[in-house]
């Protein structure tokens, strides 16, 4: 199989705090990994692509200095978010791609959910 | 931003009954696949559907992909009460500098009563 893992689950931070999540790929090597956030009832939103050595690309409208993503090895990849506010609070999930690129699928993780007080 | 579009944004049906929910792009893709989540949990992928193909079965699940028309739609056969969730298709949209990111539809909510 293809596990992806996300710690913690759930979260609640006070405002002003940084939180940080980790997205692990448990039994494959993952270059690319991807960073989504989804607000209740709606649909998942693409935040941040994560290559392992490399830089993360953002989406437009995503603050790179506010959501820090570290992709330091081939099978973790972690997503900061500096300076929480409550608007912050959110459902994030990250996806992984298995290397080499056996398909095209991604294989997602639990979710972690974000409440900031 | 959101390329998929799906409907309907919900539906409710009876156990036993077949549940059609349909989903369109805007722009040219790879592939096409469908998600399921279950309130307040992660992902889980369903089915996926290359570009070149038109129909795809997996169990209770049928996927078509019209290219022509830049829409799909998934067919779930004698649904069942543990079908209850939400179905996201995304699409892989490979153009200049992107990496394979899926984009997601806004989802149908299905609701199978007993």
């Known amino acids: 199989g293809a596990v992806v893992s996300q710690h913690p689950s759930w979260v609640i931070c006070k405002s002003g705090t940084s939180v940080k999540i980790e997205c692990r790929s448990l039994?494959?090597?993952?270059?690319?990994m991807f960073w989504y956030r989804q607000f209740p009832k709606q649909s998942l939103m693409l935040m941040a692509t994560?290559?392992?050595?490399?830089?993360?690309?953002?989406e437009q409208g995503v603050e790179k200095d506010k959501f820090l993503i570290n992709h330091a090895s081939l099978t973790l990849s972690t997503l900061t978010v500096t300076s929480a506010h409550p608007e912050d609070s959110s459902f994030y999930i990250c996806?992984?791609?298995?290397?080499?690129?056996?398909?095209?699928?991604?294989?997602f993780g639990p979710g972690t959910r974000l409440t900031v007080t | 931003s959101q390329q998929g579009e799906e409907d309907p944004q919900a539906l409710s049906i009876q156990e036993g009954e077949n549940a059609t929910m349909n989903c369109s792009y805007k722009?040219?893709?790879?592939?096409l696949q469908w998600y399921r989540q279950n309130s307040g949990r992660g992902l889980v992928h369903l089915i996926l559907?290359?570009?070149?193909?038109r129909e795809k079965h997996s169990g209770r699940l049928r996927v078509t992909l019209d290219t022509s028309k830049k829409s799909s739609s998934l067919l779930i056969t004698a649904s069942r009460a543990a079908d209850t969730a939400s179905y996201f298709c995304?699409?892989?949209?490979?153009?200049?500098?992107?990496?394979?990111?899926?984009?997601f539809g806004k989802g149908t909510k299905l609701s199978v009563k007993p």
């Open positions: 996806s992984a791609r298995r290397e080499p690129p056996e398909t095209y699928e991604q294989y």
């Open positions: 039994d494959f090597q993952a270059t690319t």
């Open positions: 994560s290559n392992e050595g490399s830089k993360a690309t953002y």
């Open positions: 722009t040219s893709i790879n592939n």
């Open positions: 559907i290359r570009s070149n193909e």
């Open positions: 995304a699409t892989d949209v490979r153009y200049g500098g992107s990496q394979g990111n899926l984009i």
